[in-house]
T-cell receptor
Framework: DTAVSQTPKYLVTQMGNDKSIKCEQNLGHDTMYWYKQDSKKFLKIMFSYNNKELIINETVPNRFSPKSPDKAHLNLHINSLELGDSAVYFC??????????????FGPGTRLLVL | SQQGEEDPQALSIQEGENATMNCSYKTSINNLQWYRQNSGRGLVHLILIRSNEREKHSGRLRVTLDTSKKSSSLLITASRAADTASYFCATDVGNTDKLIFGTGTRLQVFP
């Protein structure tokens, strides 16, 4: 009964490849996020979707494209992977229609290593 | 730029001792949250304090907020080895759902 799940947990791939990370939440939340955590543990938001609509799009290379087929899913597709994309990617969700709506629930993370 | 800076970067204590972590931020906020991250895991929400609150408690956690100094502190009392983790503060940005995370404090509690 995992609240926010991500697949895969580990992803090792070659530079130049295209890969996708999937995220699902069963909390009934309207808002979902993607974060990137670098090797220094610095956590930065990348995207946010509310009810399948993009609401936050930080300065992220357009090689990164989020897709939300429904409000329970937010996938992240990365084209032409670069060495600097190596990081841990976290998905999160939050309720927008009930308190405490600011609290975010995180997935376990996907550890991406680009060789 | 990074919204929150945390101090200290790392903290090592013995079980039973108290641990205090500090967070400073740069702009006005509606609320400030603290999250815990165990090694290799996702972040877990601990506590939220709103801008009109000065202190909040949850179990062994005590959070203070000083909006005039743009700072917050997290106190963990009677620490346990299981408290070993990284702790992050996070502040909201305007009326969005966007959170800006601090740099984190790595806490090590020795049994």
């Amino acid at each position: 009964d995992t609240a926010v799940s991500q697949t895969p947990k580990y992803l090792v791939t070659q530079m130049g490849n295209d890969k996708s990370i999937k995220c699902e939440q069963n909390l009934g939340h309207d808002t979902m996020y993607w974060y990137k955590q670098d090797s220094k543990k610095f956590l930065k938001i990348m995207f946010s979707y509310n009810n399948k609509e993009l609401i936050i799009n930080e300065t992220v290379p357009n090689r990164f494209s989020p897709k939300s087929p429904d409000k329970a899913h937010l996938n992240l597709h990365i084209n032409s992977l670069e060495l600097g994309d190596s990081a841990v990617y976290f998905c999160a969700s939050s309720p927008s229609d009930r308190e405490p709506r600011e609290t975010q629930y995180f997935g376990p993370g996907t550890r991406l290593l680009v060789l | 730029s990074q919204q929150g800076e945390e101090d200290p970067q790392a903290l090592s204590i013995q079980e039973g001792e108290n641990a205090t972590m500090n967070c400073s931020y740069k702009t006005s906020i509606n609320n400030l949250q603290w999250y815990r991250q165990n090694s290799g895991r996702g972040l877990v929400h601990l506590i939220l304090i709103r801008s009109n609150e000065r202190e909040k408690h949850s179990g062994r956690l005590r959070v203070t907020l000083d909006t005039s100094k743009k700072s917050s502190s997290l106190l963990i009392t009677a620490s346990r080895a299981a408290d070993t983790a990284s702790y992050f503060c996070a502040t909201d940005v305007g009326n969005t759902d966007k959170l800006i995370f601090g740099t984190g404090t790595r806490l090590q509690v020795f049994p």
